[in-house]
């Protein structure tokens, strides 16, 4: 399914959150990266359907963000930096809960998937709000991917996720993708951005300061790193 | 999908309330009938027959005059709580928001999760007419609650799309709304009340919740960020700074902690208490013979009942407390300490109104005086005292707090008001039972 962003902005006031964007991509995995506040977030926003954008169009598909917020929820699957979940059901109740309203007719197969992923099968009648942060993480990132969307966009999938199962979400990622499905993430761990991605975005305070694969960025900075190649264009920016 | 939603949404409700049944079910049932027959007998017939407190009766129409204001009040100040759940911002987002739910369907689970909020209200509405021999209008307030989440919803979704989230003007309208109130015939009430329905929630769903609620998003969002850094930049940190002073060391840091987190907002009652006691103000200008010292009373538990929606508020950062070398009995002192803080300038308010509008000798002045600013003591005390008592649930501890409140009144103003020093022992007992409560709290 095409993405496409074409020349969209977002201000606050005075406060430009987002200078001009545009990006087409279809079957990629696509990494957004930048320091806190760069306007990640309000880009992935305004890609799911959550806030309209001030100017230019998203379409992905024949569906305008813009007109028609509510179905192009159909066919996105998002990962918030914060989890959304509710604390007085189990995990299993809530991955029901969302592949119910995803239209899944027997999702069982599918959340026990996800829960023996994550090894979460022993905490399957535990309420949300007893789980760890990284265990609501992890019910999260299921949520995002149940139905199997063709569009995932997923904010900081990695933060607060043990090594194992950092791993384990990347190998999903790349899975996912080989099946079809294009991927947006946004993440601090340049090491997975360099692995999976093969495009990438560096924001800063709104505007883009650049783009291309990670190995072109690289050999472009001349630095031995992703990381490094990320603080050059963070520094350089300045 | 409606039923997919609303059934998860009935077994959350479910699960909170089978845990905590004995709260829901028998102390709170227990504690309002109590608090009603109680509090009607004293007032109706014992503190009468004393002769330092009138019976209090209402009429019909005075009772349909305070009940629409109340409403409208009630839109007043749910109107920025209302828009923060309405409007899908970082800290409101629910799953619900990012899946793929028709605007419909979203809009009857607003709907219903807006009923079950108004529920309580509309509850204590009911119990009010009861208390004051009102059985006539019991119905009334059924029929307006399945309503008035309809009316809410769309009055906060047109205003904020053709005004502003900004409550100023709104409190010019809504200034001119009690005027009205007050002007208007009764009987012309039903006429503006159907209108309204009848405008604001067709409105408020086809235009409203379809259109505006995305569209208005972004103004909405940013509307936030400007109120915040205009509340940050008032100052009132280092105003309350300095007055912290006059509170004991040890619990310094904690009273100011909430006294700034009052000041921005944090609990948004406080607003909401404000007007209350300003009403209640403006009211012994028309005292009748009911004495000042009950206005006071109600005024200082309005106000310094805005304690328990703050320490239940903090409920989710108290492990924060639990971290830090800090006790449970400071803090309970803390929380007493703010509230008596906070609504310790009321007596003299009253105080200051009733020379200037009924002069008497300075020896009769000065006894109302130290009247009313023990009473005001006692009656903060009482309500930060008892803030561990409601199980962290702010209508529950309003319960206990007024039933104790209304003892104290009793005590100090009828009998007399050595009587104050009968507050030491209640406040031990309560202070005990508070670090108990705190001691477990932190364990668990």
Redesign the interface.
Known sequence: MLLSVSNVTKRYGDLVALHPFSMELECQIYGLIGNNGAGKSTLMKMIVGLIPPGKGKIVLGDLNAKESPEEVKQYIGYLPESPLLYPRLTPEEFLRYVAEIRGIAAPEEEIEQWLNLFSLSEKRNAFLNDLSYGMKKKIAISAAFIGKPPLLVLDEPFNGLDVATMEALSEMIVKYHKDGATIILSSHLMAYIDRLCQQVVILKKGKVVAQGSPDDLKKETNQDTFHDTFLYYSRDSE | ?FK??LK?KL??IG??LTQDWATYFILGPVMMGVASLLGRRIFNDFAFGVGRIQAVSISEPLAVRLAFATLALKVFFNFLPMAKRLY?TERS???????????HVRYKVFYFDQLFRDLPFFVAGMVILLFFGQTQLLVWPLFIWAFFPGIEIGFTLTWVHFWSANRKQLAGVFGAVMILLVVLPVAQFSWWADFFTILFVPLGYYQGFKVWR??D??RF??FL??HQDRNNKIGAASVLAQLSHIIPKNIRPLVLRDLILTARNFVPQIWRNVLLVGLVVLSVVNRGNIDVAAYCALAVFMMASTVAPLFSLQRPYRAMDNALPISAEQVWCAKLNYARLISFPIPFIFWGIELFLRPRPISEALVLLLTLVLLGIAVSSLVGGSICEGDQRPVLQYIIAAFMSVLATLFIVVFNPAMFLLLFPVLSSLKGSAITRLENEGVS
């Open positions: 999908m997919i939603i998860s077994r959350i699960r909170n899908p987002l629910a799953i619900e928001d990012l899946l793929p739910i028709s605007v995305y569209r998003m972004g969002e940013q960020m400007v």
